[in-house]
């Protein structure tokens, strides 16, 4: 009885089928643009797509040559073809996140409670400042309204006193002409 030879899982003949790019074939794009990265001889458009594994899987660009791995589960450290290609992907990935580290600093942790009194303090503030604007409308409007009854008595001041200036004129006239007429006589 003859024993049956096992190919290695590797070895398998790696066939295009149409336009598709082998699955392999795309990691190994994939991992080379990491390296040029990391080596600076290629600068990324956009390293977000180079922070996770998930993010380099799903990251397309084909003006590039790098295509989007459909299967999840294809690209996974554990995987029995491709585990290889991936864990150094994944190292690749933590060499790029150590290399430039994000420049957006997480905002600290502030709990509940201390957020919801932050407003309520808010809250208190604009109350406050709408009660003081409400306040201070008012006493415009009051000083608005003595400042019209003050207009309004001046003018009848000036009203009365041009009358009585009208009136001492035309006295001041008359005491004039009879002045005259004395004196002619």
Not at 77 to 101: C, D, M, W
Not at 123 to 134: G, H, Y
Request: glycine share 4%; charged share 35%.
């Amino acid at each position: 009885m003859r024993k049956k030879l096992s190919k290695p899982l590797n070895t398998k003949p790696i066939k295009q089928q149409g336009n598709a790019t082998p699955v392999l074939l795309r990691m190994e794009r994939k991992e080379q643009y990491l390296i040029d990265v990391i080596s600076g001889r290629t600068v990324p458009d956009n390293l977000d797509n180079l922070r996770s594994l998930t993010k380099v899987r799903d990251w397309e660009d084909p003006t590039r040559g790098m295509l989007r791995i459909g299967s999840p589960n294809q690209f996974v450290t554990t995987h029995e073809v491709y585990g290889e290609i991936v864990s150094r992907i994944g190292a690749l990935v933590a060499q790029i996140n150590e290399k430039f580290p994000r420049t957006k600093e997480r905002r600290p942790y502030v709990p509940l409670h201390v957020e919801l009194e932050k407003e309520s303090i808010r809250a208190e503030v604009s109350e406050l400042n709408q009660d003081q604007m409400r306040e201070q409308w008012s006493e415009g409007r009051e000083r608005i309204r003595e400042l019209e009854s003050e207009v309004k008595q001046l003018t009848e001041r000036v009203q009365f006193f041009m009358a009585l200036s009208a009136e001492r004129a035309v006295e001041i006239a008359k005491l004039q002409k009879s002045d005259r007429l004395l004196r002619l006589v």
